[in-house]
Protein backbone atom coordinates (compact mmCIF):
# COMPACT_ATOMS: atom_id res chain seq x y z
CA UNK A 1 0.00 0.00 0.00
CA UNK A 2 1.46 3.37 -0.66
CA UNK A 3 2.27 5.55 1.89
CA UNK A 4 1.30 9.06 0.50
CA UNK A 5 -1.59 9.96 -1.50
CA UNK A 6 -1.25 12.67 -3.82
CA UNK A 7 -4.23 13.44 -4.65
CA UNK A 8 -4.86 16.82 -2.43
CA UNK A 9 -1.01 17.12 -2.04
CA UNK A 10 0.16 20.81 -2.20
CA UNK A 11 3.50 20.68 -3.83
CA UNK A 12 6.72 23.37 -5.22
CA UNK A 13 8.36 22.30 -8.52
CA UNK A 14 11.42 24.37 -9.03
CA UNK A 15 12.79 24.06 -12.85
CA UNK A 16 8.93 23.64 -14.39
CA UNK A 17 9.28 25.23 -17.35
CA UNK A 18 11.04 22.16 -19.37
CA UNK A 19 12.43 18.46 -19.34
CA UNK A 20 12.21 16.47 -15.92
CA UNK A 21 10.78 19.58 -13.93
CA UNK A 22 7.84 19.85 -16.06
CA UNK A 23 7.27 16.31 -16.75
CA UNK A 24 7.07 15.87 -12.54
CA UNK A 25 4.61 18.77 -12.20
CA UNK A 26 2.33 17.41 -14.88
CA UNK A 27 2.20 13.64 -13.22
CA UNK A 28 1.56 15.53 -9.84
CA UNK A 29 -1.31 17.19 -11.75
CA UNK A 30 -2.37 14.06 -13.14
CA UNK A 31 -2.38 12.50 -10.03
CA UNK A 32 -4.40 15.19 -8.13
CA UNK A 33 -1.85 17.32 -6.37
CA UNK A 34 -2.06 21.02 -6.51
CA UNK A 35 1.30 22.33 -7.82
CA UNK A 36 3.05 25.66 -7.82
CA UNK A 37 5.67 26.09 -10.96
CA UNK A 38 8.76 28.15 -10.58
CA UNK A 39 11.03 28.44 -13.77
CA UNK A 40 12.66 31.94 -14.63
CA UNK A 41 11.14 31.32 -18.38
CA UNK A 42 7.40 32.65 -17.87
CA UNK A 43 5.83 32.18 -21.29
CA UNK A 44 6.78 28.45 -21.25
CA UNK A 45 5.49 28.00 -17.53
CA UNK A 46 2.29 29.82 -19.09
CA UNK A 47 1.61 26.63 -21.86
CA UNK A 48 2.53 24.26 -18.97
CA UNK A 49 -0.46 26.02 -16.65
CA UNK A 50 -2.71 25.65 -19.47
CA UNK A 51 -1.76 22.26 -19.69
CA UNK A 52 -2.13 21.57 -16.28
CA UNK A 53 -5.46 23.15 -16.37
CA UNK A 54 -6.20 21.32 -19.33
CA UNK A 55 -5.93 17.99 -17.19
CA UNK A 56 -7.85 19.02 -14.15
CA UNK A 57 -5.57 20.45 -11.83
CA UNK A 58 -4.63 23.26 -10.22
CA UNK A 59 -1.65 25.15 -10.90
CA UNK A 60 0.18 28.91 -10.29
CA UNK A 61 2.99 30.02 -12.07
CA UNK A 62 6.21 31.83 -10.20
CA UNK A 63 8.44 33.36 -12.57
CA UNK A 64 11.83 33.80 -11.24
CA UNK A 65 15.58 32.24 -10.95
CA UNK A 66 16.03 30.08 -8.23
CA UNK A 67 19.03 31.58 -7.55
CA UNK A 68 17.17 34.69 -6.17
CA UNK A 69 15.60 34.95 -2.55
CA UNK A 70 12.73 37.20 -3.43
CA UNK A 71 11.44 34.45 -6.30
CA UNK A 72 12.26 31.61 -3.56
CA UNK A 73 10.34 33.79 -0.89
CA UNK A 74 7.11 34.72 -3.71
CA UNK A 75 6.87 30.25 -4.03
CA UNK A 76 6.20 29.92 -0.56
CA UNK A 77 3.93 32.53 -0.45
CA UNK A 78 2.17 31.44 -3.44
CA UNK A 79 2.02 27.83 -1.94
CA UNK A 80 0.54 29.17 1.23
CA UNK A 81 -1.65 31.87 -0.04
CA UNK A 82 -3.18 29.56 -2.89
CA UNK A 83 -3.08 26.28 -1.55
CA UNK A 84 -3.09 26.43 2.05
CA UNK A 85 0.50 24.94 2.57
CA UNK A 86 2.97 22.73 1.21
CA UNK A 87 3.66 19.21 1.64
CA UNK A 88 6.09 18.12 -1.44
CA UNK A 89 9.15 20.58 -2.24
CA UNK A 90 10.82 19.05 -5.72
CA UNK A 91 14.43 20.70 -5.88
CA UNK A 92 14.56 20.23 -9.59
CA UNK A 93 16.30 23.29 -11.09
CA UNK A 94 19.54 22.79 -12.52
CA UNK A 95 22.83 24.16 -14.97
CA UNK A 96 25.28 22.16 -15.92
CA UNK A 97 28.74 22.79 -18.58
CA UNK A 98 31.19 20.30 -20.29
CA UNK A 99 34.37 21.03 -21.15
CA UNK A 100 38.02 20.10 -19.25
CA UNK A 101 38.58 21.77 -16.05
CA UNK A 102 42.12 23.29 -16.53
CA UNK A 103 40.57 25.31 -19.21
CA UNK A 104 37.49 26.07 -17.59
CA UNK A 105 36.13 29.60 -16.73
CA UNK A 106 36.59 30.13 -12.80
CA UNK A 107 33.09 31.27 -13.01
CA UNK A 108 31.96 28.28 -14.21
CA UNK A 109 31.82 26.79 -10.90
CA UNK A 110 30.38 29.16 -9.18
CA UNK A 111 27.38 29.17 -11.08
CA UNK A 112 26.76 25.88 -11.27
CA UNK A 113 27.15 25.63 -7.32
CA UNK A 114 24.94 28.79 -6.80
CA UNK A 115 22.27 26.86 -9.20
CA UNK A 116 22.40 23.20 -8.15
CA UNK A 117 23.39 23.35 -4.54
CA UNK A 118 23.15 26.63 -2.15
CA UNK A 119 20.22 26.94 -4.23
CA UNK A 120 18.83 24.27 -3.59
CA UNK A 121 19.61 24.65 0.11
CA UNK A 122 18.41 28.22 0.52
CA UNK A 123 14.91 26.51 -1.35
CA UNK A 124 14.81 23.96 1.62
CA UNK A 125 15.68 26.23 4.24
CA UNK A 126 12.54 28.33 3.20
CA UNK A 127 10.20 25.62 2.79
CA UNK A 128 10.89 23.60 6.16
CA UNK A 129 8.38 25.80 8.19
CA UNK A 130 5.55 25.18 5.63
CA UNK A 131 6.58 21.34 5.30
CA UNK A 132 6.77 20.97 8.93
CA UNK A 133 2.80 21.62 9.05
CA UNK A 134 2.51 19.43 5.73
CA UNK A 135 0.55 16.25 5.18
CA UNK A 136 2.95 13.52 4.96
CA UNK A 137 5.69 16.21 3.92
CA UNK A 138 8.99 15.29 1.85
CA UNK A 139 11.51 17.12 0.08
CA UNK A 140 12.83 15.27 -3.49
CA UNK A 141 16.43 16.50 -4.63
CA UNK A 142 16.60 15.92 -7.93
CA UNK A 143 20.77 15.23 -8.59
CA UNK A 144 22.65 12.92 -11.11
CA UNK A 145 23.88 9.30 -11.72
CA UNK A 146 27.09 11.94 -11.72
CA UNK A 147 26.74 12.53 -7.99
CA UNK A 148 27.66 8.89 -7.81
CA UNK A 149 30.06 8.76 -10.29
CA UNK A 150 32.69 11.43 -11.37
CA UNK A 151 33.28 11.54 -14.96
CA UNK A 152 35.65 13.49 -16.84
CA UNK A 153 35.10 17.01 -18.45
CA UNK A 154 32.05 17.45 -16.17
CA UNK A 155 33.67 18.03 -12.70
CA UNK A 156 31.94 21.05 -11.72
CA UNK A 157 28.61 19.50 -12.14
CA UNK A 158 29.60 16.31 -10.27
CA UNK A 159 30.88 18.45 -7.50
CA UNK A 160 27.26 20.01 -7.35
CA UNK A 161 25.44 16.82 -7.30
CA UNK A 162 28.00 14.78 -4.65
CA UNK A 163 26.82 17.88 -2.73
CA UNK A 164 23.59 17.38 -3.00
CA UNK A 165 23.57 13.41 -1.86
CA UNK A 166 25.75 14.45 1.32
CA UNK A 167 23.13 17.27 1.53
CA UNK A 168 20.39 14.83 1.62
CA UNK A 169 21.50 12.04 3.36
CA UNK A 170 22.33 14.65 6.51
CA UNK A 171 18.91 16.31 6.33
CA UNK A 172 17.36 12.83 5.99
CA UNK A 173 18.76 12.10 9.40
CA UNK A 174 17.83 15.42 10.70
CA UNK A 175 14.44 15.63 9.51
CA UNK A 176 13.19 12.15 11.03
CA UNK A 177 11.40 13.84 13.94
CA UNK A 178 9.95 16.61 12.03
CA UNK A 179 8.07 13.75 10.11
CA UNK A 180 10.00 15.06 6.82
CA UNK A 181 10.86 12.50 3.99
CA UNK A 182 13.90 13.38 1.54
CA UNK A 183 13.81 11.33 -2.08
CA UNK A 184 17.07 11.93 -4.15
CA UNK A 185 16.58 11.19 -7.48
CA UNK A 186 19.64 10.23 -9.61
CA UNK A 187 18.55 10.43 -13.23
CA UNK A 188 21.13 9.41 -16.14
CA UNK A 189 21.34 10.17 -19.90
CA UNK A 190 17.40 11.76 -20.11
CA UNK A 191 16.02 13.14 -23.60
CA UNK A 192 15.61 16.81 -22.14
CA UNK A 193 17.10 20.27 -23.58
CA UNK A 194 19.81 19.82 -20.90
CA UNK A 195 22.62 19.98 -22.98
CA UNK A 196 21.41 22.79 -25.24
CA UNK A 197 20.85 25.36 -22.09
CA UNK A 198 24.52 23.87 -20.53
CA UNK A 199 26.67 27.23 -19.42
CA UNK A 200 29.92 26.50 -21.44
CA UNK A 201 30.75 23.74 -23.69
CA UNK A 202 34.56 23.08 -24.56
CA UNK A 203 34.02 19.54 -25.77
CA UNK A 204 33.34 16.29 -24.29
CA UNK A 205 34.36 12.88 -24.29
CA UNK A 206 32.73 10.57 -26.90
CA UNK A 207 30.67 8.04 -25.00
CA UNK A 208 29.19 4.70 -26.34
CA UNK A 209 25.74 5.08 -27.73
CA UNK A 210 23.14 4.50 -24.71
CA UNK A 211 19.15 5.24 -25.27
CA UNK A 212 18.43 8.01 -23.15
CA UNK A 213 14.78 7.93 -21.11
CA UNK A 214 11.78 10.10 -21.58
CA UNK A 215 11.64 12.92 -19.18
CA UNK A 216 7.93 11.63 -18.45
CA UNK A 217 9.74 8.10 -17.63
CA UNK A 218 11.86 9.83 -14.89
CA UNK A 219 8.51 12.11 -13.40
CA UNK A 220 6.61 8.59 -13.04
CA UNK A 221 9.37 7.00 -11.62
CA UNK A 222 10.21 9.69 -8.97
CA UNK A 223 6.19 9.91 -8.12
CA UNK A 224 5.75 6.71 -7.67
CA UNK A 225 8.61 6.78 -4.96
CA UNK A 226 7.15 9.58 -3.99
CA UNK A 227 3.84 7.65 -3.11
CA UNK A 228 6.39 4.91 -1.42
CA UNK A 229 8.13 7.31 0.26
CA UNK A 230 11.80 5.67 -0.96
CA UNK A 231 15.32 7.80 -0.14
CA UNK A 232 16.99 7.03 -3.35
CA UNK A 233 16.12 5.90 -7.29
CA UNK A 234 18.30 5.83 -10.38
CA UNK A 235 16.00 5.70 -13.41
CA UNK A 236 18.37 4.66 -15.70
CA UNK A 237 19.61 1.20 -16.24
CA UNK A 238 23.10 2.02 -17.26
CA UNK A 239 23.47 4.26 -14.54
CA UNK A 240 22.73 1.41 -12.36
CA UNK A 241 24.64 -0.66 -14.15
CA UNK A 242 27.82 2.54 -13.55
CA UNK A 243 26.82 3.15 -9.80
CA UNK A 244 27.14 -0.86 -8.85
CA UNK A 245 30.42 -1.21 -10.74
CA UNK A 246 32.13 1.46 -8.87
CA UNK A 247 31.19 0.05 -5.72
CA UNK A 248 32.74 -2.99 -6.78
CA UNK A 249 35.60 -2.10 -8.57
CA UNK A 250 36.57 1.60 -8.33
CA UNK A 251 40.02 1.40 -10.32
CA UNK A 252 38.50 -0.67 -12.86
CA UNK A 253 36.29 2.44 -13.16
CA UNK A 254 38.99 4.55 -13.22
CA UNK A 255 40.89 2.80 -15.71
CA UNK A 256 37.65 2.88 -18.08
CA UNK A 257 37.10 6.83 -17.55
CA UNK A 258 40.62 7.48 -18.57
CA UNK A 259 40.18 6.28 -21.86
CA UNK A 260 37.46 8.92 -22.72
CA UNK A 261 39.95 12.04 -22.00
Known amino acids: MARRDIQGSRA ?62 RCMEAAQSHFGG ?59 ILGRRGVPYNSEYAASK ?32 FFDQVIESKGGPKWPEHKAVTAEAVAQATVRAIRRGSHEITPYLWGKVLVLLNRLSPWLVDKLMARYV
Open 86 to 144: LDILVNNAGVGAIGPFETADPQRVRRIMEVNFFALVEMTRSALPLLKQGRRPMIVNISS
Open 12 to 73: IVTGASSGIGRAIALELARQGGKVVCMARREDRLQVLAQEIESLGGSTLCVAGDVTDAAARA
Open 162 to 193: FAVHGFSESIRAEFVTAGIDVLVVSPGTTDTE
